[in-house]
């Protein structure tokens, strides 16, 4: 089969034949990706130095059709549609049973010891690194059982890989995380894929202001259609000020969705007194935030939070935003800027480098 390779950081994506996947083993399955999301942070972890091995199979939003299954897989059948998360649950641990999953003490357990066989080669010979036990830019995945969600086959493959991840992250981050409350006033920082379902998420919660932040007009005005009560163009205005002027001193919640020390600390400062600021973007390695902690956290009585996948329970979260989706109450189809072949891989990160696109999804291979 086919998949896009990273075999060192900081090199492209190279598209090779000549992958294979074990035969799954207990609790696996193999799934026929229809669909695969490109997520920001599969590009960070080819870009920069993270600790995860290479060569590896990056992509981690993934939708398609069960077409094998281990022993012991009794949730799913042959043909059913699923979504990939990269949430990996034991189901055993004080966290998993307490409903806390996406907090999991044991997520190495989904993923094959070092003496079994590798899940997927290259060439036969070369072991590949699944990322977040997903590898989703392949024709084919072998994951575990604990890692897929069942969905109904009337939503498009294209659409539902995003619920396996920026769906989950964005929204999940308001409703899960911060709780937003009706009446409560929002800030997102960064109008991509996963902030705009942080916008619709506080939207859909009854948060009376959302204030959507970014240097993008175009992706300002994408944020309206996803409940932005109000925008602010950071290239053009202080959006600290910006915001305590729309908030008469600041928001109950605010979200930095980019990954970025500057934007992290505008998050903070952005807050109301008592108010909170949740760090959903991936930070470069190494990342140290500077800010007054007596002025900026301790006498304002402000707190820093940082989110892992809107604090999700799968099984629970993910059908519930396709039903939502389905009953026309939840926006997923404008999330799909473009859709490519595997081949067009790298120019479609260099096109999200840049801002102009909230996602593109990968449905030819």
Do not use: W
């Amino acid at each position: 089969m086919k998949a896009a390779i990273t075999s060192a950081v900081g090199e492209r994506f190279e598209i090779r034949e000549g992958i294979t996947l074990d035969e799954p083993g207990p609790d696996e399955v193999v799934v026929q990706v229809r669909a695969s999301g490109l997520c920001h942070s599969d590009i960070s972890v080819a870009e920069d130095s993270v600790g995860f091995p290479m060569p590896a199979v990056l992509g981690h939003e993934v939708s398609g059709d069960v077409i094998a299954i281990g022993a012991g897989v009794r949730d799913f059948n042959l043909g059913d549609r699923v979504v990939a998360c990269c949430i990996a649950t034991c189901g055993h641990c004080e966290s998993c049973r307490v409903g806390r999953p996406y907090q999991c003490k044991n997520p190495a357990e989904m993923e094959r010891g070092p003496s079994d066989a590798p899940r997927i080669r290259l060439d036969g010979e070369v072991p590949l690194f699944q990322f977040m036990g997903v590898g989703g830019f392949a024709e084919q995945v072998l994951i575990h059982k604990n890692q897929l969600v069942k969905i109904p086959a009337e939503i498009p493959y294209d659409i539902a890989c995003l619920l396996g991840c920026g769906v989950v992250t964005g929204a999940g981050a308001a409703l899960n995380t911060a709780n937003v409350q009706p009446g409560e006033t929002v800030a997102v920082i960064g109008c991509g894929g996963v902030g705009l379902n942080v916008i619709q998420g506080a939207a859909l919660a009854g948060a009376k202001k959302v204030i959507a932040v970014d240097l993008s007009p175009e992706k300002l005005a994408i944020a309206k259609q996803f409940g932005a009560t109000h925008v602010v163009n950071a290239a053009d205005v202080d959006p600290i000020a910006a915001v305590q002027d729309l908030t008469s001193g600041g928001v109950t919640s605010s979200f930095e969705v980019i990954g970025l020390e500057q934007t992290a600390v505008q998050a903070l400062r952005m807050c109301a007194v008592g108010g909170t600021a949740y760090l959903i973007g991936v930070q470069k390695p190494g990342t140290v935030l500077d800010f007054q902690l007596f002025e900026d956290l301790i006498l304002p009585q402000k707190a820093f939070r940082g989110v892992s996948m809107g604090s999700s329970v799968p099984r629970v979260d993910i059908p519930m935003y396709a039903e939502l989706y389905l009953q026309g109450k939840f926006m997923l189809d404008e999330l799909v800027s473009q859709k490519i072949h595997l081949e067009e891989i790298n120019e479609a990160y260099d096109l999200l480098k840049q801002g102009g696109i909230a996602r593109s999804v990968i449905t030819a291979f």
